[in-house]
């Protein structure tokens, strides 16, 4: 007579198929090591012990949800330079590119001037992609992006020294009377800053509103003649 099996005889062999293959995927999943596992079976688990790993569990888990994103890249800025150029086409705009203004050996590391009938605006671009986030009185800013944190300078300084430097060389140029601004711009896409300065911080495509709205405003300027006079003064670095 043939033998039956029971299932007492083969539960011991599904238990161990699923040690061998479905506790390990459960573990990975959940982010769980093997020393974990034997203190959940054991009285060393104790409470704080579980509070403790599952704070670590829940800031690994949020960390795998945040989408991976990088920095700026060369091709960010041509596809903000080719917008500018149409824009600046069709709203009859001045467009000075770069914006390496050069004033007593210095240059200002500007990616373009755009005028408009109202004021010169310099565009002064960061790479930083992810969460920007301002800091406290003028102190510095922070990134966070792929579940890091890293610091960097308050733009705004930036935007000072290059105005300061470009506002230096347009009044040694007979340019006293046009107004000059500099702008922060990330460049990044999918960047997001958060920031109460939002007439002086943007990203891309809020840079590019901001100027549709300056581009429809009066002024005195002549932005052609303008740029002319601009682009006398840039500097053009010659790639070795």
């Given amino acids: 007579m043939e033998a039956k099996v029971t299932y007492e005889q083969i539960l011991p062999f599904l238990l161990a198929i699923g040690l061998i293959f479905i506790l390990p995927m ?6 769980l090591r093997w020393e974990d596992l034997l203190r959940m079976l054991t009285s060393r688990f104790r409470k704080n012990d579980y509070d403790s790993e599952s704070r670590r569990l829940r800031e690994k888990q949020k960390n795998r949800q945040e989408p991976y994103l990088t920095n700026s890249r060369s091709g960010d800025l041509k596809s903000l330079v080719s917008s500018l150029i149409i824009l600046a ?7 000075v590119y770069p914006g390496t203004v050069a004033w007593q050996g210095k240059i200002a590391g500007l990616l373009a001037l755009v005028v408009t009938r109202r004021k010169v605006i310099g565009l002064n671009c960061f790479g930083y992609g992810g969460t920007i986030t301002e800091g406290k009185n003028s102190g510095n800013w922070n990134q966070h992006m792929n579940g890091t944190d890293q610091s960097f300078e308050n733009p705004l300084l930036g935007n000072e020294k290059q105005r300061k430097l470009v506002r230096a060389s347009m009044d040694a140029h007979g340019m ?11 460049t990044s896409r999918g960047v997001t800053v958060k920031t109460s300065h939002h007439r002086e911080v943007f990203d891309t495509e809020g840079l590019i509103a901001y100027l549709k709205e300056m581009a429809v405003q009066d002024g005195e300027l002549d932005p052609s003649e303008t740029a002319l006079k601009l682009n006398e003064q840039v500097q053009r670095i010659k790639k070795k």
């Fill in 26 to 31: 459960l573990m990975r999943r959940y982010g």
């Fill in 89 to 95: 086409r069709r709203n009859k705009l001045g467009l």
């Fill in 176 to 186: 006293q009377n046009i107004p000059l601004e500099v702008v922060s711009v990330f």
